[in-house]
């Protein structure tokens, strides 16, 4: 049984997407706090890196995310950002 969960725990790593996200005028903790939290709401989000010295935000998802859900996400914040 543990040699299943493991082995499904690494596929799902296998096929896990990353999206990188700049955001330039993210200036303060709390600007990357409203970010995550938007991110995170996104169907099939797992995780979300955002770096204020970097002014970027790494998402990690399960699933392949659509790049027009990931910009309205963070246009609600208030504020746009790039895929690269």
């Given at each position: 049984?543990?040699?299943?969960?493991?082995?499904?725990?690494?596929?799902?790593?296998?096929?896990?997407?990353?999206?990188?996200?700049?955001?330039?005028k993210i200036h303060c903790p709390?600007?990357?706090?409203?970010?995550?939290?938007?991110?995170?709401?996104?169907?099939?989000?797992?995780?979300?890196?955002?770096?204020?010295?970097?002014?970027?935000?790494?998402?990690?998802?399960?699933?392949?995310?659509?790049?027009?859900?990931?910009?309205?996400?963070?246009?609600?914040?208030?504020?746009?950002?790039?895929?690269?």
């Open positions: 049984m543990k040699k299943i969960l493991l082995l499904s725990l690494f596929l799902s790593v296998l096929n896990a997407y990353e999206y990188t996200l700049e955001i330039p709390l600007c990357t706090a409203i970010v995550r939290k938007a991110l995170l709401k996104i169907d099939g989000v797992n995780k979300v890196n955002v770096s204020l010295e970097n002014k970027t935000a790494i998402i990690k998802s399960d699933k392949e995310l659509n790049e027009s859900i990931i910009n309205q996400a963070l246009f609600n914040t208030g504020y746009q950002g790039i895929l690269k």
